[in-house]
């Protein structure tokens, strides 16, 4: 028993609220960035000092976010979350030392001698494994319109929680593959996916089980010697890359050997089997290819991207609507309010508007990878697109301390283009670079003409790109940690989305890994 009055009786759901904290990654003693956030924005919002992300483990509570403690965690016995994670609503202690569970606690009687404290339940599986709280050094009342603000917050670090285990498993996901590629170092034998290796004469060296039985060879069709082209041909017949004349398809892939360094293709067979297939070429001229069944991976994929869909397309609207009011209230629209009120609602304009960006990157992410975005090509000016891309952030780069430089010949370089969707690439990079910049630096915007194409880029003076990202930069959720992201918050799909949106244009977006200034990406469109 604890010396300190009373202790909160244990859940009778423990065993499965602990395994929920396991299974989330949230034991264990660490704040983390966007807990942290959250735990400052609940304090402002609330005007208290302190505030908690809390995690309530079976001997401590665990801080995960805190604003106005120094602490990594208590003891559970004289915790307040361990009374807060047995109530489904919010729990509010108006006044500590009127409550007899905790009149001769020492958060109470001792530093940082709480009198008022509100805790809201963070439920995932349907566990409560912690609180989002607050509290304060006085005592306080705390209305119904408070809790449900409290319990609404409550419901954000939740979400949190879920796009963090997601984050997690694509790392554990990507350790499991570069895992793979160390066993392909080691030999043929022993890896689980197919392999061929092929000499600089397209002829087949080496070669394993798993390459013939995942591309549906019969026994005896691979041998040694054989040609690329004669064992691409019996796949391209049975239809299994696509419509069109076999020999028409043959000599495609043959031209994209002798003119690209890699290829990835998903070829799907009759059976309704998936066949991921990549190429890459070797130094000496010879070619590696690789054949892996990411049948149930993609369908996997797939029942996720639709999950993101339906989630996003339902927090459209109420984030629209909300950021909407929230506008209109700090723009005078409801009359005079209070300066205190103001300033709350201006701060809850900005997060809803950080939000709804986040709902609409996730629902153009989705149209991309799923063909479902439309887009209105015409024959446009590439100069005349970017000088209105640098007005339109020309604001964004003084909050920034950045001045925006446009470097345009004087011809005009004429692309076919869909004028918004490619005006928000450019956005995208421009914005991407005044927050990395330091203030009196300077974000050139460039344009060029090249070999038929047009080259278009961006470039700042910040950090750069860091070495052990560069391999990833380009896919959904990806986000730099340490230097070179510090302090600095995004969703991770800015330039997901724009890559797709530029390889729709028939173009190619690429970070130029010799510029040492800083960060410069370069992109390439066919002229008309």
Known sequence: MSRYDIIAKIPGDEALRLAAIERYKLSGIGREAAFDRIARLTASLFEVPVSLVSIVGSEMQCFRGACGLDVSGTP??????????????????????????????????????LRFYAGAPLRVDGRAVGTLCIGDTRP????????????????????LIELRVERFA????????????????????????????????????????????LLGYPAGAVREGATAAELVYPVAARGDLGPGDPSDIVAAMMASIQSSESRHLDIVRADGTTIEFRRRTLVDGRFIATVRDVTTERQIARLKDELVSTVSHELRTPLTAIAGSLGLITAGAAGEIAPKAARLATIALRNAERLTGLVNDLLDMDKLHSGRMNFTFAVEDIAQLLAEA?????????????????NAPPRALMASLDYTRFNQVISNLISNACKFSPAGSIVRISLDARDGCALVRVADEGPGIGLDFRQRIFTRFAQEEGVHQAGHIGTGLGLAISKAIVEAHLGTIALDESYTDGAAFDIRLPLV
Do not use: Y
């Open 76 to 113: 559970r016995d004289i915790a307040f979350c361990a009374f807060a994670i047995l109530d489904s609503d919010v729990t509010v202690v108006p006044d500590a030392m009127e409550d007899p569970r905790f009149a001769h606690n020492p958060l109470v009687t001792g530093p940082p001698h």
């Open 390 to 406: 640098v007005e339109q952030n020309e604001p964004f780069a003084e909050r920034h301390g950045v001045a925006l430089e446009l």
């Open 140 to 159: 306080r009342l705390f209305g119904l319109d408070d809790r449900k603000r409290l319990a609404d917050l409550a419901c954000t670090v939740v979400d």
């Open 170 to 213: 694509s790392e554990d996901h990507r350790h499991q593959l570069d895992n793979e590629r160390e066993l392909l170092k080691l030999t043929v034998e022993n890896v689980s996916e197919g392999v061929g290796l092929f000499d600089a004469d397209l002829r087949l060296m080496l070669w394993n089980a798993d390459f013939a039985r």
